[in-house]
């Protein structure tokens, strides 16, 4: 018989499934300050997928190849750079050193530091306030939760059902991300951010022949067209073969292996794509996309259906999930499918935790529109660097966006490369600059910076989007000289010429 009976040791304020940087985040607001308690449950490692298989190996494997190829278009360390490629160890060793090895224990340390333990298993909800742990000898242990339940459970990557596309076990972000090896041929099915990056840096390493399929008419489609053509323009100035509005048919790879993650899966692999076109590879890497991990959470045991989210788990402003009543019960990070992104998945965390600690002290919540208590950063505000070369950092909405959303939009853009700051930087840079402006308030909505080192741009548009600075205050914002900044200025210039012809 199994006894429900609610014990000392297996009852916490708050149980997280999954420890990834939102997990670890809303646990630690949950608590701080307070004498509450909190379990984050984790199946693999703590730090999640962001830490060892996404954002930080892949960071890590990308800044090389920017140095090299700004280098190379720098006179005076072009001559003494040459043609030599990177040294591919060392920037797989330094990767290493980003993913600790795949070890957790600084993490789990931080954790116990900031008062919240960890349970090693697969957690699933049963019943409400109650998670059951499913360790990896088998033994199960079942968890009470006084105040919250939080589901952070991320998402994995997608492998579309394609004829012979499973059975050739091809890469994921997992094995491109902890690549050992540089396959000589590769294939990337998908066009979006991680499809992009890893080509990027598959190029870097040396991939000597590298195609894309990308099933969008271009790249990066989430973003101004722009942006994605200066990446795609960029892909084939170094010789790699894209091909757009294209469909993998048929995937055909007799000989399989498990070599394991980061190895090459097997025998060479013939890849049939749309309009009759066969491409022989060595490994075919899929970045078509993310499934959010809810599959076996336990959801049917208080009564939630995901099947209509495509998967997600749906939250309101305070990431309570909807469907599920006492406010017991709530989400963060990838699987709200709000922006699957680190830093959104955190400021989540941020939020859930603190109305979390709210509602156990019982204190009112906050809810106005810049409320620590509410998500109002993925209504249009949501900033991103794509780390390609050239990066593509954006925030808001793209002009197509805020036209459908309903704006009076007024648009402006700039040749970043007209800058001194950027001309400074390398020869021969390619960049562009975009604001999207609401008429009405004459405050902006989006902006997107394409360029060579342009990442560090993107929070100045994000303070001014936020803040809801006038373009008439921006003026007395001055940028240094001779800064990449002074796009900033050109872009107000350009507007007022508009504005006066
Ligand atoms: C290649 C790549 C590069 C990326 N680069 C960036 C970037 O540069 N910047 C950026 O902002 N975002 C980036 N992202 C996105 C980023 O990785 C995610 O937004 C982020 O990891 C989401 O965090 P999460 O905690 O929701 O999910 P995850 O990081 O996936 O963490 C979820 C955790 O939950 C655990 N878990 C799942 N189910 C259970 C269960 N039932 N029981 C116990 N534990 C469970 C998992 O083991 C995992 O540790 C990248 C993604 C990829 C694929
Ligand atoms: N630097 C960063 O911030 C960063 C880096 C990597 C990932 N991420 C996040 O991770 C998430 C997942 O990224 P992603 O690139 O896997 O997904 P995505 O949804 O951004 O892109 C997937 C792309 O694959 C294409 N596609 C889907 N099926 C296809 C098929 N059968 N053939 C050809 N193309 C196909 C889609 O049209 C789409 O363009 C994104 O939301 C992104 O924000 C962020």
Same mark, same amino acid.
């Given at each position: 018989m199994?006894d429900?009976?609610p014990?000392?040791e297996?009852?916490?304020?708050?149980?997280?499934?999954?420890?990834?940087?939102p997990?670890? &985040?809303v /646990?630690q607001?949950?608590? $701080?300050g307070s004498d509450r308690t909190?379990v &984050?449950?984790?199946k693999?490692?703590?730090?999640g997928?962001?830490?060892?298989w #996404?954002?930080?190996p892949?960071?890590?494997l990308?800044?090389p190849? %920017?140095v090299?190829?700004?280098?190379r278009?720098l006179?005076?360390? $072009?001559s003494i750079v040459g043609?030599?490629?990177?040294?591919?160890p060392?920037?797989?060793e330094?990767?290493d050193?980003?993913?600790?090895?795949?070890d957790d224990?600084?993490?789990v340390?931080w /954790?116990?530091g900031?008062g919240i333990d960890?349970?090693r298993?697969?957690?699933r909800?049963?019943?409400?306030?109650?998670?059951?742990?499913?360790a990896?000898?088998?033994?199960?242990?079942?968890?009470?939760a006084r105040? /919250?339940?939080?589901?952070a459970p991320?998402t994995?990557a997608?492998?579309?059902d394609?004829?012979?596309?499973?059975a050739?076990?091809?890469?994921?972000?997992?094995d491109?991300?902890?690549?050992h @090896?540089?396959?000589?041929?590769?294939?990337?099915v998908g066009g979006?951010?991680?499809?992009?990056e890893?080509?990027t840096?598959?190029?870097?390493?040396g991939v000597? @022949?590298?195609?894309?399929?990308s099933s969008?008419?271009?790249l990066?489609s989430?973003?101004?067209?722009f #942006?994605g053509?200066?990446v795609?323009q /960029?892909?084939r100035?170094?010789?790699t073969t894209?091909l757009? *509005?294209?469909?993998v048919e048929?995937?055909d790879?007799?000989q399989?292996?498990?070599?394991g993650?980061?190895?090459v899966?097997?025998?060479?692999?013939?890849?049939?794509i749309?309009?009759g076109?066969?491409?022989?590879? *060595?490994e075919?890497?899929?970045?078509a996309?993310r499934?959010?991990?809810t599959r076996?959470?336990?959801?049917?045991?208080?009564?939630? !259906?995901v099947?209509?989210?495509k998967g997600?788990?749906?939250?309101?402003d305070q990431?309570?999930v @909807?469907?599920?009543?006492? !406010?017991?019960?709530y989400?963060?990070?990838?699987?709200?499918?709000?922006?699957l992104l680190?830093?959104?998945?955190?400021?989540?965390?941020? &939020? =859930?935790g603190?109305v979390?600690?709210?509602r156990a002290?019982?204190?009112?919540?906050?809810d106005?529109?810049?409320s620590?208590?509410r *998500?109002?950063a993925?209504?249009?505000r949501?900033?991103?660097v794509?780390?390609?070369s050239?990066?593509v950092?954006?925030v808001?909405?793209? @002009?197509? $966006?805020?036209?459908?959303?309903g704006h !009076?939009v007024?648009?402006?853009?700039h040749?970043?490369a007209a800058v001194?700051g950027a001309?400074l930087?390398r020869?021969?840079?390619?960049?562009? #600059?975009k604001l999207?402006i609401?008429?009405?308030? *004459?405050?902006?909505?989006?902006a997107t910076?394409?360029?060579?080192? &342009?990442?560090?741009?993107?929070?100045? =548009?994000?303070?001014?989007v936020?803040?809801?600075?006038t373009?008439e205050?921006?003026?007395?914002?001055?940028?240094s000289?001779?800064t990449?900044s002074e796009i900033?200025?050109?872009l107000?210039?350009?507007l007022? %010429?508009?504005?006066r012809s």
């Amino acid at each position: 018989m199994t006894d429900n009976t609610p014990h000392a040791e297996d009852t916490w304020d708050v149980v997280v499934i999954g420890g990834g940087p939102p997990g670890e &985040i809303v /646990a630690q607001y949950a608590v $701080q300050g307070s004498d509450r308690t909190a379990v &984050i449950v984790e199946k693999e490692l703590v730090g999640g997928e962001c830490s060892y298989w #996404a954002c930080m190996p892949s960071k890590a494997l990308l800044r090389p190849v %920017e140095v090299l190829e700004t280098a190379r278009n720098l006179p005076g360390v $072009q001559s003494i750079v040459g043609s030599a490629g990177l040294d591919v160890p060392a920037v797989l060793e330094r990767r290493d050193g980003f993913t600790s090895h795949h070890d957790d224990k600084y993490q789990v340390q931080w /954790a116990n530091g900031a008062g919240i333990d960890v349970v090693r298993g697969h957690g699933r909800l049963a019943g409400e306030r109650t998670v059951e742990v499913t360790a990896s000898d088998g033994t199960v242990r079942t968890l009470h939760a006084r105040r /919250a339940v939080v589901l952070a459970p991320g998402t994995t990557a997608t492998v579309p059902d394609l004829p012979g596309l499973r059975a050739a076990r091809p890469w994921t972000s997992r094995d491109v991300t902890n690549l050992h @090896e540089v396959p000589r041929r590769v294939l990337v099915v998908g066009g979006g951010v991680v499809a992009c990056e890893a080509a990027t840096w598959l190029q870097g390493l040396g991939v000597q @022949e590298l195609t894309v399929v990308s099933s969008t008419p271009g790249l990066l489609s989430r973003n101004e067209p722009f #942006a994605g053509e200066l990446v795609l323009q /960029a892909f084939r100035d170094h010789g790699t073969t894209v091909l757009t *509005d294209a469909r993998v048919e048929k995937v055909d790879r007799p000989q399989v292996n498990d070599a394991g993650e980061g190895h090459v899966h097997g025998g060479p692999v013939t890849v049939s794509i749309t309009g009759g076109r066969q491409v022989e590879v *060595d490994e075919i890497l899929v970045a078509a996309g993310r499934t959010p991990a809810t599959r076996d959470l336990g959801l049917d045991s208080v009564g939630l !259906d995901v099947s209509g989210s495509k998967g997600y788990v749906t939250t309101d402003d305070q990431l309570t999930v @909807e469907g599920v009543g006492g !406010d017991w019960l709530y989400a963060v990070g990838d699987v709200t499918g709000r922006a699957l992104l680190t830093h959104m998945g955190k400021y989540q965390g941020r &939020i =859930a935790g603190a109305v979390i600690a709210a509602r156990a002290d019982g204190r009112p919540l906050d809810d106005g529109p810049f409320s620590r208590h509410r *998500d109002v950063a993925d209504d249009g505000r949501v900033p991103q660097v794509t780390f390609t070369s050239p990066e593509v950092g954006s925030v808001g909405p793209s @002009e197509e $966006q805020a036209r459908k959303a309903g704006h !009076d939009v007024e648009v402006v853009e700039h040749d970043i490369a007209a800058v001194a700051g950027a001309s400074l930087l390398r020869d021969g840079y390619v960049g562009r #600059a975009k604001l999207v402006i609401d008429r009405s308030t *004459d405050t902006l909505l989006g902006a997107t910076f394409v360029g060579t080192d &342009i990442a560090e741009l993107v929070q100045s =548009a994000t303070v001014a989007v936020v803040g809801g600075v006038t373009l008439e205050q921006l003026w007395h914002a001055v940028p240094s000289y001779p800064t990449v900044s002074e796009i900033w200025l050109k872009l107000l210039e350009d507007l007022a %010429e508009q504005r006066r012809s």
